[in-house]
């Protein structure tokens, strides 16, 4: 087993990182945001508006899809290059962040449990980390 690339690890974060903050902006912006404005008003407060909101979804956009193609190319030399094992490592990286996190929000009260939310999310965190490891390649 050779040592992870570095360089490579950082140049696919910042394509899955890329395809990740425009998925999710369509996703929670667009698809999704009246049932998040609704969710707000229920807890008494309206979604954050302005640029610094938006440079924290941007930073832990790409933070996230750094991690995730990192993540990848550790399990590639067990489960193998290619798409089978970037699904493998989204599925992995949506239930650690979206599921996870969804599960906890329901329980203390802060929002209702979406199955739609939840499944759009693993397409986006799917197809960011497919994005990442098309272009992670093990140092030579």
Not at 18 to 41: G, R
Not at 46 to 67: E, I, K, N, S
Request: hydrophobic share 60%; proline share 3%.
């Amino acid at each position: 087993m050779g040592k992870i690339n570095l360089s490579r690890v950082i140049l696919g974060g910042a394509v899955a990182g890329i395809v990740v903050n425009i998925l999710s902006y369509l996703l929670h912006d667009v698809v999704l945001k009246t049932q998040h404005e609704e969710m707000m008003k229920a807890l008494g407060k309206t979604l954050p508006a302005g640029g610094d909101g938006m440079v924290m979804w941007l930073v832990y956009g790409f933070v996230w899809a750094l991690v995730a193609v990192w993540l990848y190319a550790a399990i590639r030399p067990r489960l193998g290059a290619g798409p089978g094992t970037a699904v493998k490592t989204g599925v992995v990286v949506w239930f650690f962040g979206s599921f996870l996190t969804a599960f906890l929000m329901v329980n203390l009260g802060l929002m209702g449990w979406s199955p739609l939310q939840l499944v759009l999310e693993l397409v986006v965190s799917v197809l960011a980390v497919l994005a990442g490891a098309a272009v992670y390649k093990e140092a030579v």
